[in-house]
């Protein structure tokens, strides 16, 4: 019992946490899972994503002279009393926060990214999406279901409680980013997916995929929000492929030459 508990808590631990070490997949536990049937796919649901300026240059820019009256202050008496007072009153701090008016930038920057705080798709989902769509086209496949499920969390006995003992497939998101220094941003993300044993307390496979945060800043908020964020949609879809594109090669890769080998074949 003790040493169930100790395997139990060491995959919850990287399936809540996000352990990011690569397994790899065993000759054993691949056989056992092309003999089973209709394995379970989830997707974590993903938190909003934060704001990342390298090197903070949006603030930077917003504090250069007049960027703050030209982008922010509104005209008329108001502005005239705010360029004249010390502080002002910042809506992301909440009800009785006061900054110094050149500090308005995190107001700024929350009210350009508020459409997209939400987006058309859940990176997870589309990730584990276009993974199924690619890992049904293989001959002889492993059977997973052909659409992912939401879950609030994906620790181990959340997993059971859902979909009772066995192997579970899990996708998410480990980093979600609006990259982007004034009013343009370009979307980007990170996925994990890992197939969960649940009746042994076992990780069978796990890999993130990887890529850099982008350089540009394509979109401006307004146009990523435009049409029902169809732009938005598009950047998250290709972004989705991309990842499943690399989780797929690395439970290949995890499985060695067996992915390529004749049914006769080790």
Known sequence: MAVRSRRWAAVAACVACSCGSVVALSVKDESRLKSSSDIPVVYVKSTAPWVYCPGDLGRATWMEQGAVEEFWMPPGPVASAWRQAAFAPA?????????????????YEEQETKPLRIPPEDPARATARRFLAIASAEQNPIPFRTEAAPVPEAYPAVLTKLYGPGPILVFQTSEWVL??????????????????DTTEGRVLWRASCGGEFPTTFDWHASDLAAHGGARYARIIDERAAQCSRDLFASLALARGDRAGASDGEP
């Open 91 to 107: 809506s992301y701090g909440g009800p009785g926060t006061f900054v110094r008016v050149g500090d308005f930038w995190e107001d």
């Open 179 to 196: 990259v982007g220094c004034f009013s343009t941003y370009s979307p980007w993300f990170s996925v994990q997916g890992q197939l969960v």
